[in-house]
């Protein structure tokens, strides 16, 4: 039997932990009830483990119980969130800032809403993928309505300055939504603390199941038309609680609380490693180098290697993405990497490799063995 090649694409996705699968199994044989259904001891049941995961899920992350809309996942979180505060300001405002390198799907649901009278601008990022703060604070005119900033970036892992966007648009009284996928688990959140309206979260990044993941609204959050954002998410019907995932959700964030620090440490030890052997090798460099980054995800510069090619040559022992995307036809840019100022052919010989629990520093010596005896 052949063995499976080494994961690294933790950002992509995460195999659900024994703990989280074993505390979902009742949900879908046993306790099977709708959780709206409050006339009956199976209702009952769901509406308490729906209550059990709020509460899992407020400690990590310091927010209340009653800011927590769940859905399938960050991808209708977005659009949930910038579309209804759209819809709603539209009698003062339609100008939303965001930036180049955001998420595709922040991006294509700005696209949707200027067809029908947006005004978006996307902000520059700089070779670090970073933001600059005095542009960001000149971009706000009397229409804007809300900034769409991403916490972690996906692609490269870089960190935004939240505090300091959150202040900026507390003062000028317009709308923060975050998109903390990426840091959702994996670094200190704290929603009640920081000037942040909206954030959206996923559980299959953090060892949960696919399909569930949710978006904090803060009760105190308003549109420029003076609606609450609460309200607005209320009132659009999300249709039946899925049980087991919200479940399995609760139980991630629960595991991923006792164990943040000592994740982030010994991840932080194994990336810090795994970019001394790559500079010490000469054969590859890091996107993004001098911006604050997550341990948990590092995006380079193979030399002259095609990322695609070696993704091919290595595929049975080594498991990385691409720093673009790319179709058996196609290759295309990666749009955060090209918002960076990076070449098609740098951008092309790019890959992320993502580390998780799993991770040892083993497995990172035949990935550096990979990337070392490759050629072009």
Known sequence: MNKEPIYFDYASTTPVKQEVYEAMSPYFLDHYGNASSSTHRHGSIASNAIDKARNQISKLVNCKENEIFFTSGSTEAIKLAISQVFYNSLDNGNHIITSKAEHKAVLDTCKDLEKIGAQVTYLDVDDNGKIDINLLQHSFVEDTILVALMHVNNETGVIADIDDIGAICKKKNVLFFTDATQSYGKLPLNFQEENIDL???????????????????KT?????????????????????LNVPGIVGLGKASELAMTELESNYNRIHHLNSYLQVELYQSKRAAVNGLSASRSPYILNIQLINQDAESFILKNKNSVSVSMGSACNSRLIEQSHVLKSMGLSKEKADSSIRISFGSPTTQSQLDVLLNAIKSGNN
């Open 199 to 217: 954030l959206c979260f996923n559980a299959h990044k953090i060892y949960g199941p696919k399909g569930i993941g949710g978006l904090l609204v």
């Open 220 to 240: 105190t959050a308003k549109t420029k038309s003076n609606v609450l954002v609460k309200q607005l998410i209320e009132s659009v019907n999300l249709g039946t």
